[in-house]
Structures are given as C-alpha cells and as structure tokens.
C-alpha cells in the first residue's frame, strides 16, 4: 500500500538556525499538507498545498516558514530562524484530491530546537 | 469559533467489548468528518469517514455515526482488541476545498485483556 515518507525521523537544531523537513507524497495525490503536533496536544493545521502554490495556511505559518515542491516526488518545510517552541512533531499528508478526502499521513519528523 | 473536541480523555475497555468515542464539533457548516487512530511514534492513521450527507458508515468493526442536530460524531469499535489501544481523534474539514483538517484534542483507547 503506498504511504507517505518522511526524513529525518527526528531533527535536532539550534535555535536560530534553518531546518527542512522533507516530504514524499504518495504518487498520484495532488494535495499536499503540513501538519505539526506538540508533545501530548492535538494535531494542528499549518498549510495546505496545490498546484505549486499556498492555498491556505494557518496563523502558525508565519514568514519563517515556507513550503516548496521542487520535483515531481518531493514536498518540503523550511523554517528558516528556528525558535523554541518550534519543537514538535511535524506530519506531512496527502490526498488525492482536495476538499472532502482523506489526507494520509506520514510518520512524522521529531524537530528538537536546543 | 472553530473547535472539535472530544468528551472524554482515556477510555478503558475489557478487551472483546465495544468501545465508544465521542466527538462535538461546533461548525454547522462542517461537510466532511474523518477518524484516525494515532500510535505511539507513529503518524494519524486513517480510520473512516463520513459526509454530512450521511449519518451512519460502517467499515471493518468500526461505525461512525453522525448527528448534525446536536452536532455530534462517535466512532464505534465492535470487539475492541489489544491493537485497537491507541489515541483516537476525530477531524472536521470545514467545507472548502483547501483540505484544511481541524482536529479533536484526542482520546486515549485502552484496551485491558
């Protein structure tokens, strides 16, 4: 069954310094998510992506964030001035389509700011 | 505001009963419902889902019921087993097509043999 692969499976960085999280969508989705999660809390919403641009993003997804598709296989979350409380697991998801489909989830990124 | 949440944090079940997750949202234009099932270290696994055209889905020992009157959704698991153990949440895309999901805080399935 095809799944969504994240790399690294944790991330650990100083802060101040630039991360990217990567991202392989499973193959003929079309729409890409990131989602973040804090120790013990819920998943929250960080943005949504279709068709090589933003199509919503959430209050969390501030200047320092970016996302970018930069081949036909990989997705991407930049963050570039890492924070303390940017320390969360970070999920990537895919559907194949947007609006009411499921979203498959990879296992996830463990980013550590120090 | 937007919010999904759920009723209770941890359920404790005998392993061979059903179990029962609750979940309130609070957007009535909500259209689209989704559970997943998240392990420890591991992504949200997807469960089922449901349309707000529907009020009741089945799947592989699991029903998702949906009451948009009360603005209510539960997920049913028939003969909870130790595997089922996990944090449950249910998600609420709210209608547009950006795909946005909104999650419950999530309720913790354990499952006693």
């Known amino acids: 069954e095809p799944e969504v692969t994240q790399t690294p499976s944790h991330q650990v960085t100083q802060m101040g310094q630039e991360v990217i999280l990567r991202c392989v969508p499973i193959s003929n989705h079309l729409y890409f998510y990131w989602y973040r999660q804090i120790l013990g809390q819920k998943v929250e919403f960080l943005v949504s992506?279709?068709?090589?641009?933003?199509?919503?993003k959430s209050e969390i997804f501030d200047d320092q964030f970016s996302v970018e598709r930069p081949d036909g296989s990989n997705f991407t979350l930049k963050i570039r001035s890492t924070k303390l409380e940017d320390s969360a697991m970070y999920f990537c998801a895919s559907s194949r389509t947007g609006g009411n489909q499921p979203q498959h989830f990879g296992d996830g990124t463990r980013l550590s700011i120090l | 505001g937007e919010s999904v949440g759920l009723h209770l944090p941890t359920l404790s079940v005998q392993e061979g009963d059903n179990s029962i997750i609750n979940c309130a949202y609070s957007n009535s234009a909500s259209d689209y419902f989704i559970w997943y099932k998240q392990e420890s270290g591991k992504g949200p696994q997807f469960i089922i889902d449901?349309?707000?055209?529907?009020d009741k889905r089945q799947g592989q020992r699991v029903t998702v019921l949906l009451n948009k009157t009360v603005k209510h959704l539960s997920l049913q698991i028939a003969a909870t087993q130790p595997g089922d153990s996990a944090v449950y949440f249910c998600?609420?895309?709210?209608?547009?097509?950006?795909?946005?999901?909104?999650f419950g805080q999530g309720t913790t399935l354990q499952v006693k043999p």
């Open positions: 998600a609420e895309n709210s209608g547009g097509n950006t795909g946005k999901l909104i």
């Open positions: 449901i349309r707000s055209n529907m």
């Open positions: 992506f279709y068709n090589n641009e933003i199509s919503e």
